[in-house]
């Protein structure tokens, strides 16, 4: 019994290894994460690099909230001696978590991977069964012991939310004072907007919006100006927050969403056209 032990720790020091040392930045699959979360080595950090909502919503169980935009500022937090997995399931799960992996290497971590196999990594682990939470809370890094997500939420306020008022300014602007230098998306289906939506606001649905044009080979969020303010909105305000982080990881920096979604824009009575 005590051979066959010192075989598996044997193999998996090499399978870990192999995942750490095969590139600066590696790649790695579904049942690679899986055989790390169940073996003996436990050196080893994942991170979820969604905002708090959608990783409140669900996340790979025992990853820690790490969002994209967040990792310079936080990057301290961070130890420097165990790999780093980092992993994103809004749609684009390639695009964002390459990113973060390639934005920690840059600032100097030498032992990152990210979950990128195969295309849609996150469905893929979640329809193989492997477990995911769905707790409402976060992992905090230093300790790995829990705090509530929205009594942090309600301290801070985030300042690429915007309320119903900013946008109805620009909406019923009789100075033009905002004419041209702004647009909306609605990212609900194209059966709700047409049902009602914001004056003005174009409509592209979420699950396209970050569909690739095989001929352009861009997606089709690109073809918003970034010299605009763009301000997104849905029902509530989880697809909008997930949308502005692909933007900004994307070098957009006037991309807001609208807080609570059009939920808000109609407490407010404020009216929707066809």
Known sequence: MTKYFCLYLFFA????NSIIYAADIGIISV??????QQGFNRDFLILDVTNSHA????HID????????DIEKRCNELPDDKLIVTYCHCGVEDIMAKAAAEKLAHLGFKKVVYLGIPTGAFDSYKESGYPVSVSGRNHDIASMSFVMSDEKSSQIESPLAVTPEEIQLRVQDSSKQYTGS???V????ENEYKEGHIEGAVSHPFDKLFNRDSKKGKYLFDIFPRNKEIFFYCDDDLKS???????INRK??????LKDGLNSWQKMGYKLTK
Do not use: H, K, M
């Open 252 to 257: 957009y920096d006037l991309v807001y969403y």
């Open 241 to 247: 927050q997930i949308a502005i982080s692909v933007l």
């Open 13 to 16: 020091f090499l399978f870990f």
């Open 55 to 58: 990783y409140n919503y669900e």
């Open 182 to 184: 702004y647009t909306i």
């Open 62 to 69: 025992g990853a820690v909230n790490f969002p994209l935009q």
């Open 186 to 189: 609605d990212l609900r289906e």
């Open 31 to 36: 049942e690679q994460l899986r055989a790390l």
